[in-house]
């Protein structure tokens, strides 16, 4: 076999899982058609779930160097902004970053752990057989054939690992289109973000660098162009001046497109040997700059389990619930997009102007506010954790960062214990038990970390011990007034591993 696993296509949540797998040191390589990253971005906002991940693996800082935080989000564009800082995480905002620059990083860092990074490589067929997957594909070489035991397609909205495994890409197609340029503003907006709603259309304007910003518009008069129709810099111009009365002196146009609101998801995101992640299982309306995040956070989701399947010592449903857990995820960000196309896409009448406002103004009520931030920002995100588990509140919700305190005083993060992509086991007891139990063990799929918690945390007040999923998920936590704490630790560490 030539690989461990081969992930089809190089975007941004073909090169996290690259990262991901070769951190777990599988044999592991991206084939990608593209001889160099796109310098036209589709994503420009990474949101709090991902700033956490990003920060698990040491990524966040260099991508903070980078890009420009905003404390809030939106949803529908509408006129009262999600309050991201009421968020309990330590990265409660969004950061506006050009998707090249992301993807950059995450394929250097996907090199330098020792994945294969292969480009200018056309993925032409994979199939597969009950021991192994095979790749055909076309390069500069002429035609190649790699084996692995696995493929990931992280191909995009038209996959073709979804089409040969067969699997139906259920939804629907576009109704409207959109029209995008990232341009040169002579007299930029005052403000960092310019968002607008009235009887002429939705306009939303973001800054992608120094130089260029972003103009977004729904035009009522102009939704129905086919996507791929040019957008021309007159039609930016005449757009703005009707919907926002300025033009900000728009020049130099980088790149000017059209995209639309077809939404799918795949049926299944694995079929045997081929799993699917990204726009490869869902495509939506980019509202809320959702689809990257999600994916990169499926990347997370699939890396480590199918790392111990290809290293022998994955429970028997671990793929599984791969699909399991991230399609109702995505069910509902589906949902989401469409909702807000229906808000800011379809009707420019008074009534939707009144609409709008009356959301609007409910989203000042802070509870409100605060549910579809958790959304947005994907921090509502919970899994099921295994039936005979003792029960806490913290069970399968994500660890937001803590600080702890280790045996001699020093003050560390809890997201530090993540950075070699392992289960984390966190006795917050003190107890010399856990450490012998753990020492005897047959396996070692976890990081062991005795620490006691530096600051008083809402939820973790009575934890004894705590495991932690390596993509940031709290397996479960044994609270310090359980009757039988040894065993059920004992119990709760035998099941992350087969047999
Ligand atoms: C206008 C717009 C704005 C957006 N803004 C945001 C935002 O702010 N935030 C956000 O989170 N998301 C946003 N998105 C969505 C985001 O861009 C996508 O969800 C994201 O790019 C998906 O990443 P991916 O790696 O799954 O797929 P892609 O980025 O599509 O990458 C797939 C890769 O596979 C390669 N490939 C395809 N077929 C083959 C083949 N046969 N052989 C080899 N290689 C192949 C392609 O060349 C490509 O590099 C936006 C989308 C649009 C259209």
Redesign the pocket.
Known sequence: MDYDVIV???????MMLAGELALADVKVCV????EATTPYS????IHPRTLEIMDLRGLKSELLKIGKTLPTGHFAGLETRLDFTVIDSSSNYSLFIA?SETEKALELRAKELGADIRRG???LSVTQSSDCVEVI?SGDTGQITLTAAYAIG?????S?VRKQANIAFNGTDATLTAV?GDVVFKSPPKTTVVSSFNEKGMIMIVPVSKELHRVVFIDPERNSIPKDEPVTLEELRSGMIRMLGDDYGISDPYWMTR?GNATRQAERYREGRLFL????AHIHF?AG?????V?LQEAMNLGWKLAAEVKGWAPEDLLDSYHAERFPVNTTLLRNTKVQTLLFGTDFSPTAIHLRSMISDLLLSPDANYRLASQIAAVDVQYNVRENVSSHLLNGRRLAEIKLRSQNGDVFSSYELFREGKYVLLNLASDKITETIVSNLQHQHFKFASATLSDQVNGWEDVHTALIRPDGYIAWAVSVAEADVISRIELGIKQISRG
Do not use: T, Y
Request: no cysteine.
């Open positions: 089809v296509g190089g975007g941004p949540v073909g084939l990608e058609k593209l589709r994503a420009l906002s998707q490589i056309d993925v594909a992280a191909d995009g909205a038209g073709i995008q995209f992640a990204g726009d490869a980019p700059g959702q689809g990257m995040n994916g």
